[in-house]
């Protein structure tokens, strides 16, 4: 199984990114796909997730300004980051699962992972 991030970079406050996961050797459309980070000092804290049936979950600080969608074709799953802050900077990690519905939000709830694409927002 693998799980490949890209797409991360340096833009400044306000600015837009698109990040992008391929996975292969799973079946995608059967997957739960979501977006954690983990900021310098911090813990690895839950983005986004999108379920099979396309429905999808936020946390509170990015409502509004990401959004996850996934293209089944294509095994890839992507985090569209507008409005970007300081405080998004973070390497962002995507990781495939299918989680209970209390652990969508959980690192516990995604069995495979990638490496992580780093995000570094100035002001």
């Known amino acids: 199984v693998q799980l490949q991030a890209s797409g991360g970079g340096l833009v400044q406050a306000g600015g837009s990114l698109r990040l992008s996961c391929a996975t292969s050797?799973?079946?995608?459309?059967?997957?739960?796909m979501a977006w954690f980070r983990q900021g310098p000092g911090k813990d690895r804290e839950f983005v986004a997730a999108i379920r099979w049936t396309s429905s999808s979950h936020y946390t509170d600080s990015v409502k509004g300004r990401f959004t996850i969608t996934r293209d089944n074709a294509k095994n890839t799953v992507y985090l569209q980051m507008n409005s970007l802050r300081p405080e998004d900077t973070a390497v962002y990690y995507c990781?495939?699962?299918?989680?209970?519905?209390?652990?969508?939000?959980?690192?516990?709830?995604?069995?495979?992972w990638g490496q992580g694409t780093q995000v570094t927002v100035s002001s």
């Open positions: 050797g799973v079946t995608f459309s059967r997957y739960t």
């Open positions: 990781a495939a699962g299918v989680p209970i519905t209390t652990a969508v939000r959980s690192t516990r709830g995604y069995r495979y």
